[in-house]
């Protein structure tokens, strides 16, 4: 069975700070994709970043980076340079093999104070 | 290119009634597919639909629900009759092929009084 574990529920950062935002993931599959998402309080899930189980380098989209360890099974997420629209809820998310649905974690609430 | 619609946005009902929730996906796109997330607990797979064929439904919880998808086009998902438990956000995502990643639509904030 996939299972994916968040266990910041709630966070803050200071604007302009980086923040890393925990993942771990559990899988028997050798095949397997890794997400995030964003949803902001407007309820949208906006995609983030996409690791693959077979890329040698971690992902990067602009100030966000995917922190891929797999002999850890970790996919965190780091912000860089936070800012006060990055305050929301981040789920990450897998999905392996074959199959097309994707499992989630409970997710982090991200605050970006002033 | 308009993203994922999601109708209604909000839906208030009383235990008992019928709710029916519609999702536009990007045009093109073969593969829709719902999840849904009730209150403090993570985002759970429903069903993926390739075109108009249910291609896993393995997450649906009962026979409550019914989501169908004539055309391959829009997707329905009727919840009848509904129960508190079923409170949560439903959200439905599209992908043109089934390998890539999904595009979400805002979701349907569904509670059960």
């Known amino acids: 069975a996939q299972k994916i574990t968040q266990t910041q529920p709630g966070m803050f950062v200071q604007e302009k700070e980086a923040v890393t935002l925990d993942c771990t993931y559990d899988t028997s599959d050798p095949s397997y994709g890794l997400f995030w998402y964003k949803q902001p309080s407007s309820g949208e899930m906006i995609f983030l970043i996409y690791q693959g189980s077979y890329d040698q380098q971690n992902a990067t989209e602009g100030r966000y980076s995917l922190n891929f360890q797999k002999a850890r099974k970790s996919a965190n997420l780091v912000i860089s340079a936070s800012q006060l629209g990055d305050s929301a809820m981040y789920f990450c998310a897998m999905r392996t093999g074959g199959y097309q649905k994707v499992t989630f974690g409970t997710g982090t609430k991200l605050q970006v104070i002033p | ?113």
């Open chain 2, 1 to 113: 290119e308009a993203g994922v619609t999601q109708f209604p946005s909000h839906s208030v009902i009383e235990k008992g009634q019928t709710v029916t929730l519609r999702c536009d996906p990007i045009s093109g796109h073969d593969n829709l597919y719902w999840y849904r997330r009730v209150m403090g607990k993570e985002i759970k797979f429903l069903l993926h639909f390739v075109k108009e064929s249910k291609q896993d439904e393995s997450g649906m919880p009962n026979n409550r629900f019914l989501a169908e998808r004539t055309g391959g086009t829009y997707s329905t998902l009727k919840v009848q009759p509904a129960e508190l438990e079923d409170s949560g956000v439903y959200f439905c995502a599209s992908s043109h092929l089934a390998g890539d990643g999904y595009t979400f639509g805002s979701g349907t904030r569904l509670t059960v009084v």
